[in-house]
């Protein structure tokens, strides 16, 4: 059964920090890109951080760059969201995605989603 299942989510304070860790079972975890997604209430779910099958490449929405980190360790079957300098707009669940292709930022390209961690930042 594939499985993604994230976790680390939580409530902090503008400016902290949290780390996200989704755990893949079920797949060929180093041939998938894995991908971030977010979606606030009201919105449309949006891409956040993207990284190859390897690790070798990364991307970044503009909204998060500079302050979140996407890491993959293939040993582990776990993709890593490190989010620094939070902002009350960083609140949404947190889903990640994997793709079968080796890199994609494109969200209609993975198929295979997680549940979901609540982040929520006050302010």
């Known amino acids: 059964q594939v499985q993604l299942v994230e976790s680390g989510g939580g409530l902090v304070q503008a400016g902290g920090s949290l780390r996200l860790s989704c755990a893949a079972s079920?797949?060929?975890?180093?041939?998938?890109?894995m991908g971030w997604f977010r979606q606030a209430p009201g919105k449309e779910r949006e891409f956040v951080a993207a990284i190859s099958w390897r690790g070798a490449s990364t991307y970044y929405a503009d909204s998060v760059k500079g302050r979140f980190t996407i890491s993959r360790d293939n040993a582990k079957n776990t993709v890593y969201l490190q989010m620094n300098s939070l902002k009350p707009e960083d609140t949404a669940v947190y889903y990640c995605?994997?793709?079968?292709?080796?890199?994609?930022?494109?969200?209609?390209?993975?198929?295979?989603w997680g549940q979901g961690t609540q982040v929520t930042v006050s302010s």
């Open positions: 079920g797949l060929t975890f180093s041939s998938y890109a």
């Open positions: 995605a994997a793709s079968p292709l080796s890199f994609t930022i494109l969200k209609y390209q993975y198929n295979i």
